[in-house]
Nanobody
Framework: QVQLVESGGGLVQPGGSLRLSCAASGNIFTINVMGWYRQAPGKQRELVAH???????NYADSVKGRFTISRDNAKNTVYLQMNSLKPEDTAVYYCNADVLRYGSARYVPYWGQGTQVTVSS
């Protein structure tokens, strides 16, 4: 079993900052890509950012220059620093990780439960 637990969501005013964390635990040999996705009401889930084990990153155009993704491989944890938040950033944010479990030969994607981020005055 593998669990991903997110934390750090909440209510913030426009222009404010939040930092999300996602810790993976369980039967983990190694993790390849880790990422953050978001889903706003009435919209499809979309990629926000992802980071490889080696530290290469990719961002959605809408968050470039405002959000920073990072990870601690020793802790199986990924972070999302969100600055200059806008009302359109309001969504449920989900953590994702491609995990190779002990005894397995392939990577499997796992998802966290999601954490609500609301940007409003």
């Amino acid at each position: 079993q593998v669990q991903l637990v997110e934390s750090g969501g909440g209510l913030v005013q426009p222009g404010g900052s939040l930092r999300l964390s996602c810790a993976a635990s369980g039967n983990i040999f190694t993790i390849n890509v880790m990422g953050w996705y978001r889903q706003a009401p009435g919209k499809q889930r979309e990629l926000v950012a992802h980071i490889t084990q080696g530290g290469s990153t990719n961002y959605a155009d809408s968050v470039k220059g405002r959000f920073t993704i990072s990870r601690d491989n020793a802790k199986n944890t990924v972070y999302l620093q969100m600055n200059s938040l806008k009302p359109e950033d309001t969504a449920v944010y989900y953590c994702n990780a491609d995990v190779l479990r002990y005894g397995s030969a392939r990577y499997v994607p796992y998802w966290g439960q999601g954490t609500q981020v609301t940007v409003s005055s």
